[in-house]
């Protein structure tokens, strides 16, 4: 099973930038389907955005802001997250799967990382 750790979490303001990692090991990550979920205090993880070999996809009111892509040389998935906005500010997880299944549902991924905590502040 592939362990994940997360990243380049911190405190921003509106508006700045921050770049997420997620290092794999104990197996090659692009091998697996790789996903970044998040959670708010008081509410449910949901799906922020995944990547397969090809193919990315995102949650709706990140698009054009976020971009999810494979760093092959570190073994890694990244989260580039721009234009933050209050409303982003959660703790992010990263998540990977090599089975089949609905990839914005936190039940179809089997490794997970222990999160690292982004803050937009006003």
């Known amino acids: 099973q592939v362990q994940l750790v997360e990243s380049g979490g911190g405190v921003v303001q509106v508006g700045d930038s921050l770049r997420l990692t997620c290092a794999a090991s104990?197996?090659?990550?692009?091998?697996?389907?790789g996903a970044w979920f998040r959670q708010a205090p008081g509410k449910e993880r949901e799906f922020v955005a995944t990547?397969?070999?090809?193919?990315?996809d995102y949650k709706e009111s990140v698009k054009g802001r976020f971009t999810i892509s494979r760093d092959y040389a570190k073994n890694a998935v990244l989260l580039e997250m721009n234009s933050l906005e209050p409303e982003d500010t959660a703790a992010y997880y990263c998540?990977?799967?090599?089975?089949?299944?609905?990839?914005?549902?936190?039940?179809?991924?089997?490794?997970w990382g222990r999160g690292t905590q982004v803050t937009v502040s006003t």
């Open positions: 104990g197996g090659t990550f692009s091998n697996y389907i």
């Open positions: 998540a990977a799967t090599d089975q089949l299944g609905d990839y914005r549902s936190v039940q179809a991924y089997s490794a």
């Open positions: 990547i397969s070999r090809s193919l990315t």
